[in-house]
């Protein structure tokens, strides 16, 4: 029987994949930090920041789809863990990563933390596969929400996105957990770029206040670092996706 384990399985995009990659014949694992139902999947307890549980958890697993983010440069040390603790177990598990497009030209902190958790990925030691997405819809929306008890929605002067539907890029997911070692695939990224201020009038219609700031992380988002639009996906649009919440 073919074991796939998801970390991150009972985030946004993991459940997402969890979702896309249960079937029989299959044994499909989550590791959480927390106990609880994970459906069909069966919930490994474990702390990928002090190594808890994870060695059982990747202990005969075929496969690992690396959603788990600790928002930070954690996750180099984290993703260090996890590889070590798959190669201690014998095995040689494909490691299949989730990263974002841009992060090589953009010098977001978060963006280097996510590039340099990409080489840790690379020399792991274990056949690995790494695709890079645009924001999800989810991520512009709760941008919105934050600010959703002032009178006007503040936006950044210049900037575009190409948000992708999170159900997308977990059938992608599950597509390069089914095919194994691919190595860097080709990124990936919504169906439509567009400024940050017309996606905030999409979310409410209310006044918008476009705000100039400076820096050389503004410039690369600016100078469009963020987007693929040779990699545009088909699905859906910023609006279909406020329509389904």
């Known amino acids: 029987m073919e074991t796939i384990l998801i970390t991150g399985g009972t985030g946004t995009l993991g459940k997402a994949v969890v979702r896309r990659l249960l079937a029989p014949g299959r044994e499909v694992r989550v590791l959480s930090r927390r106990p609880g139902p994970s459906g069909d999947a069966e919930r490994y307890v474990g702390d990928l920041r002090t190594g808890a549980g994870v060695a059982e958890a990747v202990s005969g697993a075929d496969t690992i789809v690396h959603c788990a983010t600790t928002l930070g440069r954690d996750d180099v040390r984290t993703t260090r863990l996890l590889a070590e603790a798959a190669r201690r177990g014998g095995a040689k598990p494909h490691l299949l990563y989730i990263s974002i497009a841009g992060i090589d030209v953009i010098p977001l902190s978060y963006y280097r933390a996510k590039l340099a958790t990409e080489h840790v990925v690379k020399n792991s030691g274990l056949p690995w596969t790494i695709l890079r997405t645009t924001q999800f819809h989810d991520l512009i929306a709760r941008f919105f929400s934050a600010q959703r008890a002032l009178p006007v929605t503040a936006v950044l002067s210049g900037v575009r996105f190409q948000p992708v539907d999170v159900r997308v890029v977990a059938e992608r997911m599950a597509d390069l957990a089914?095919?194994?070692?691919?190595?860097?695939?080709?990124?990936?990224?919504?169906p439509e770029i567009r400024t940050m201020a017309d996606l905030a009038r999409a979310y409410r219609a209310r006044p918008v206040v476009s705000v100039p700031l400076p820096g050389t992380t503004m410039r690369g988002f600016r100078a469009g670092g963020n987007l693929v639009p040779d990699n545009a996906l088909a699905g859906p649009a910023f609006e279909d996706f406020l329509a389904g919440r």
């Open 178 to 190: 089914e095919e194994g070692e691919s190595g860097r695939v080709p990124d990936l990224g919504g």
